[in-house]
């Protein structure tokens, strides 16, 4: 079975500039999660769909970040405008709905480096 | 806001010593999750814990999940070089939404 995949791998970018991030989780997940991961640290949880819908945003910058998830596969993260503090990796992971034991599998992410 | 913090941040240490790290917070979690992540990729599950009181073990690291559902550890028994890497707890809220929470994660070299 195919993994979450992410794209682009590596972006840089001036700040005031925008940048999208696009991501295809596993075939049949409903469940797709945007986390932020600073060096070094744990991730953050931006934004969490169950199917086409969100179902928490309450961490999500919405003054300038967003991100849709519209047919219910496949979901893009926008920036607009960057700032210095947004480097860092994007990290797209999807689920299975239902049960307790749910695993998250996370795509390689997408570097941001704002200058 | 639920938190999750891990202790130790780094930990150094040499080849065959045991270690163990900690996650702590001062919510209940319905189950809680141990994934490791490698430089350049994504995190990869562990193990998932989701009875309080509960341990599990995946040949030399050990799993456990405190009674009161709050915190957990991962003890690792003569550690080798390729257990390096960075470990995080996540736990699931809950509410039901499948929300998950990472720890802050503890970063582990192991010396050879």
């Known amino acids: 079975e195919a993994g979450v995949a992410q794209s682009p791998r590596y972006k840089i970018i001036e700040k005031r500039q925008s940048v999208a991030f696009w991501c295809n989780p596993i075939s049949g997940h409903a469940t797709l999660y945007w986390y932020q991961q600073i060096l070094g640290q744990g991730p953050k949880l931006l934004i969490q769909f169950q199917n086409n819908g969100v179902v928490d945003d309450s961490q999500l910058p919405k003054d300038r970040f967003s991100a849709e998830r519209l047919k219910g596969v496949d979901s893009t993260l926008k920036i607009q405008p960057a700032k210095l503090e947004d480097s860092a990796v994007y990290l797209c992971?999807?689920?299975?709905?239902?049960?307790?034991?749910?695993?998250?599998?996370f795509g390689e992410g997408s570097r941001l480096t704002v200058l | 806001t639920q938190l999750l913090e891990q202790s130790p941040q780094f930990l150094s240490i040499q080849e065959g010593e045991n270690l163990t790290v900690y996650c702590n917070s001062s919510?209940?979690?319905?189950?809680l999750q141990w994934y490791r992540q490698e430089p350049g990729e994504g995190p990869v599950l562990l193990v998932t814990?989701?009875?309080?009181?509960e341990v599990k073990k995946l040949k030399r690291l050990t799993f456990q999940f405190g009674d009161a559902r709050k915190d957990s550890s991962l003890h690792i028994t003569a550690a080798q070089p390729g257990d390096t890497g960075l470990y995080l707890c996540?736990?699931?809220?809950?509410?039901?939404?499948?929300?998950?929470?990472f720890g802050t994660g503890t970063r582990l070299k192991v010396l050879a």
């Open positions: 814990v989701v009875t309080g009181g």
């Open positions: 992971a999807s689920s299975r709905l239902g049960g307790n034991t749910g695993e998250l599998f």
């Open positions: 919510s209940v979690f319905s189950s």
């Open positions: 996540a736990g699931r809220a809950t509410s039901g939404t499948y929300k998950y929470i």
